[in-house]
């Protein structure tokens, strides 16, 4: 018989980290929903992305997508691909 608690314990780990974690890190980082913040390790990544790109940071590129991400946060469906991976990992930890 499966030990369920390994499982759920993962699961909100997962979770946790999906909707606790990601947000506050690229919080500290400076990708806000207000937009990259003035003097942060966001605002080099985006000065050094535009240099590369010839002044314009590309669509789909890192710093694009880290921005979108502490703009929106994660998808709902990136939050249930966390989470379970999270019970997976709580399964084969036991």
């Known amino acids: 018989m499966v030990g369920y608690i390994p ?3 993962g699961a909100v780990a997962g979770l946790g980290v999906a909707t606790v974690a ?3 890190v690229l919080g500290v980082a400076g990708f806000s929903s207000a937009g990259i913040a003035a003097g942060s390790v966001g605002a080099k990544m985006m000065s ?3 240099v590369a790109n ?3 940071v590309a669509a789909g590129s890192t710093v694009a997508v880290l ?3 502490g703009a929106a946060g994660l ?3 990136t939050k249930g691909v966390l989470t379970a991976a999270g019970g997976v990992m709580g399964f084969f930890s036991r």
Do not use: E
Request: no cysteine; aromatic share 0%.
């Open 67 to 69: 921005q979108s991400i």
């Open 48 to 50: 050094a992305a535009a």
């Open 22 to 24: 990601v947000p506050a």
């Open 7 to 9: 499982i759920a314990i």
């Open 75 to 77: 998808s709902l469906a």
């Open 54 to 56: 010839g002044g314009g």
